[in-house]
């Protein structure tokens, strides 16, 4: 069974910096594809960032260039660096993770793994 465990949430002003950490258990950690997803009260869960296990990372339009997401194979880690953070990016954080190439990695039903999410909290 894969568990996710975030950490590094927290409240922050806008403008500031956050890293979000997700411990990965499992043996074949280098296989997954790695996800970040938010969901702010009232909305649903929506795509923030992806890292393939080759790499190939991707972002929703409205973190590029502010967020990086990173994976550590030696650690089993999946990270979020959150940078001019904006009150917008309020949610509980999630990672994820699935096995297996997809197109769809935006789509939280693509994943079987969830962790128990994280609260960013940027005031005005």
């Known amino acids: 069974q894969v568990q996710l465990v975030e950490s590094g949430g927290g409240l922050v002003q806008a403008g500031g910096s956050l890293r979000l950490s997700c411990a990965v258990s499992?043996?074949?950690?280098?296989?997954?594809?790695l996800g970040w997803f938010r969901q702010a009260p009232g909305k649903e869960r929506e795509f923030v960032a992806f890292?393939?296990?080759?790499?190939?990372?991707y972002y929703t339009d409205s973190v590029k260039g502010r967020f990086t997401i990173s994976r550590d194979n030696a650690e089993n880690t999946v990270n979020l660096q959150m940078n001019s953070l904006k009150p917008e990016d309020t949610a509980l954080y999630y990672c994820?993770?699935?096995?297996?190439?997809?197109?769809?990695?935006?789509?939280?039903?693509?994943?079987?793994?969830w962790g128990q999410g994280t609260q960013v909290t940027v005031s005005s």
């Open positions: 499992g043996r074949t950690f280098s296989n997954y594809e």
């Open positions: 994820a993770a699935r096995q297996g190439y997809t197109t769809s990695y935006d789509v939280p039903a693509r994943y079987p793994y």
């Open positions: 890292v393939r296990s080759g790499g190939i990372r």
